[in-house]
C-alpha cells in the first residue's frame, strides 16, 4: 500500500514525522493498531554530521564499508 | 550521497510512532515506510503519516488512498510519485496523475497489448501518449489514442 509524501518536506528543529493510524469514519486515532518497523530517508540539509540526526529511539542506518 | 540518512525506529511500536527533528537540524523528508498491525481494531482506518510542526500542529497529512478494513494490517510507503491507483475500470494508475512543478524528466515504462504490427507511438500536444498503426491504414486512428498518462506541472 502507498501513500503519495508531498515532495521538498523541509523539517526544521522540533518538527516531527508521525505515523498515526485514523478512524476511516472520522479521522480521529484508531485504536488498536501498533506500528511498527517504521523507518524514513532523509536529506539532511544541516552542516552537522548525520550522526546528529539520531535521536530517542531512532537510529541511523550505518553505511556499508568499501 | 554523504547527506543523505536512513534512520530507524528500534523499539516496538505504538499507536502512533514519531521521529523529532533534534535542535539545530534541517531535514527533508524523503521517504517513510512503516508496518500497521491492525489486528486489534474495530473498524476501517487509513494508514497517514504526518507532519507536525514546532508549535504543534499538524501542517500535512498523507493517507494511503485506500483504509484498512477491521482487524486488517499493511506494510505502507509514502513517497513522492506513489499516489492513488484508479479506482474505476478495475484499476492501473490515474491518468490524472499530477506532477509538481519543475518535476523534471518522468520515465515511464509500460506494456501495451495492441494487435498486428507497425505501431507506433508518440507524445501529442496534450501531454497524451498516442498509440496509432499508419502503416496498417488504420481508418479510426482515433479510438487508439490512449491517455497512458498526462503530464501537468512545469515540464
Not at chain 2, 499507536?15 to 534541517?26: F, T
Not at chain 2, 521517504?31 to 514546532?54: H, I, L, M, N, R
Not at chain 2, 518535476?103 to 497489448?113: C, F, Q, R, T, Y
Amino acid at each position: 500500500m502507498n501513500g503519495a509524501l508531498p515532495s521538498g518536506l523541509e523539517l526544521g528543529s522540533n518538527y516531527s514525522v508521525r505515523f498515526v493510524a485514523l478512524d476511516a469514519t472520522d479521522g480521529s486515532a484508531m485504536a488498536g493498531v501498533a506500528i511498527g518497523n517504521a523507518a524514513i530517508q532523509v536529506n539532511n540539509l544541516s552542516d552537522s554530521s548525520l550522526s546528529d540526526l539520531e535521536t530517542g529511539a531512532w537510529f541511523l542506518v550505518p553505511e556499508k564499508g568499501p | 550521497m554523504p547527506n543523505q540518512a536512513q534512520l530507524v525506529f528500534g523499539e516496538a511500536g505504538g499507536s502512533s510512532v514519531a521521529y523529532d527533528v533534534p535542535h539545530a537540524q534541517i531535514i527533508e523528508l524523503v521517504c517513510a515506510t512503516a508496518s500497521f498491525d491492525g489486528g486489534g481494531s474495530a473498524g476501517a482506518w487509513f494508514p497517514a503519516v504526518e507532519v507536525v510542526s514546532d508549535s504543534g500542529h499538524v501542517i500535512s497529512r498523507t493517507v494511503t488512498p485506500q483504509s484498512v478494513p477491521a482487524g486488517g494490517s499493511a506494510d505502507v510507503t509514502f513517497a513522492p510519485f506513489l499516489g492513488a491507483v484508479g479506482t474505476g475500470g478495475g484499476g492501473g494508475f490515474d491518468p490524472s496523475t499530477a506532477l509538481p512543478f519543475n518535476g523534471g524528466e518522468l520515465h515511464v515504462h509500460a506494456i501495451l497489448d495492441v494487435p498486428g504490427d507497425n505501431w507506433q507511438t508518440e507524445p501529442d500536444a496534450g501531454g497524451y501518449v498516442v498509440v496509432s498503426a499508419p502503416a496498417l491504414g488504420d481508418p479510426s486512428p482515433d479510438a487508439w489514442v490512449i491517455p497512458v498518462l498526462r503530464l501537468v506541472g512545469g515540464l
